[in-house]
């Protein structure tokens, strides 16, 4: 069983940043396609980015290319999301998922197997 929890989130300004970080508990975060969700209320959790095993492959959405980075430290069992130039539309909370079963990278929220609690962003105009 792996354990997620996300931290970082908070209010900010639009055009602000945050980094969000996500750390795993298990010894094999290493074997795990990572990747970051949102949900915004009223809406279903949508893909943001993820990241390959060794971090060498990333993968966004077209709404935070350019704007968020994703990044994993698997000494430290994490991964980040560096968000940049954040918008009000930016605005849900914020999900780490892990997924365990394949090698390659999936943006449907439903193959992933593990999640965190989520971490609140909230961007102010």
């Known amino acids: 069983q792996e354990q997620l929890v996300e931290s970082g989130g908070g209010l900010v300004q639009a055009g602000g940043s945050l980094r969000l970080s996500c750390a795993a508990s298990?010894?094999?975060?290493?074997?795990?396609?990572m990747g970051w969700f949102r949900q915004a209320p009223g809406k279903e959790r949508e893909f943001v980015a993820a990241i390959s095993r060794s971090g060498g492959v990333t993968y966004y959405a077209d709404f935070v290319k350019g704007r968020f980075t994703i990044s994993r430290d698997n000494a430290k069992n994490t991964v980040y999301l560096q968000m940049n130039s954040l918008k009000p539309e930016d605005t849900a909370v914020y999900y780490c998922?892990?997924?365990?079963?394949?090698?390659?990278?999936?943006?449907?929220?439903?193959?992933?197997?593990?999640w965190g609690p989520g971490t609140q962003v909230t961007v102010s105009s």
């Open positions: 998922g892990a997924d365990t079963r394949t090698s390659y990278i999936r943006t449907g929220a439903s193959v992933y197997d593990y």
């Open positions: 298990g010894r094999t975060f290493s074997s795990y396609i």
